[in-house]
């Protein structure tokens, strides 16, 4: 079946030890995000590709970086954790003219 | 700026009852979408809904949209446990390229016996 994974599902990373969690997909959807979800709270948005423009929002803190080499992967590089950024990180893709975005399982990070 | 509110944040419902959420949203939007959440994972899509008087039914769930009054309702019928999980409406406002989905707060729903 066509899909979103995302890998790891669980990451254990040290304050300031870099980290990249990754997402791919099968779906062949030309829109890819990456959202924030902290406990008891609604997915905050970090940014999007279309194809390959970046979309950045502008309270996403410059810690975060993302790139996508290909149409079917999209990496999340937080380049120096802080333990507020433990959190669920959520990859969703969607294709052009179609609303509905298809959400992967999610990487649940911890930071120690 | 878009703001989406869902109310009421929390709610336990008795097992075989109605009940009905609501989420209301501040920009002209004719796309809203519904997903469920069960504890420790991701969205589930639930519901589309893409123009106004929209209404999708699925099992006990029913949701509808009401574009004019900037509201969607998702109505549930004899509720069960299976159903107890958190509720998510998201709205969709920007077109084209750009287009991302504001979420509400999510609705926590509980169902006791």
């Known amino acids: 079946d066509a899909m979103v994974i995302q890998n790891p599902r669980y990451q254990v990373t040290q304050f300031g030890k870099p980290v990249t969690l990754s997402c791919s997909q099968t779906l062949n959807h030309n829109v890819m995000y990456w959202y924030q979800q902290k406990s008891s709270q609604a997915p905050k948005l970090l940014f999007h590709y279309y194809d390959k423009d970046f979309n950045n929002e502008a309270d996403t803190p410059d810690n975060f970086q993302s790139r996508r080499p290909n149409t079917s992967f999209c990496f999340l590089d937080i380049r120096s954790p802080g333990l507020g950024d433990a959190a669920m990180y959520l990859c969703?893709?969607?294709?052009w003219g179609l609303g509905k975005q298809f959400f992967g399982p999610g990487t649940r990070l911890t930071v120690l | 700026e878009l703001k989406v509110e869902q109310n009421p944040l929390f709610l336990s419902m008795q097992e075989g009852k109605n009940y009905t959420i609501y989420c209301n949203y501040s920009?002209?939007?004719?796309?809203l979408y519904w997903y469920r959440q069960d504890p420790g994972k991701s969205l589930e899509s639930l519901f589309v809904l893409l123009s106004n008087g929209a209404v999708k039914q699925e099992g006990r769930l029913m949701a509808s949209l009401d574009t004019k009054a900037r509201l969607s309702t998702l109505h549930i019928t004899a509720a069960v446990h299976d159903l107890s999980a958190t509720y998510f409406c998201?709205?969709?406002?920007?077109?084209?390229?750009?287009?991302?989905?504001?979420f509400g707060k999510g609705i926590t729903l509980s169902v006791r016996p």
């Open positions: 920009t002209t939007s004719d796309r």
């Open positions: 998201a709205v969709d406002h920007l077109a084209g390229a750009n287009s991302k989905l504001t």
């Open positions: 969703a893709t969607r294709t």
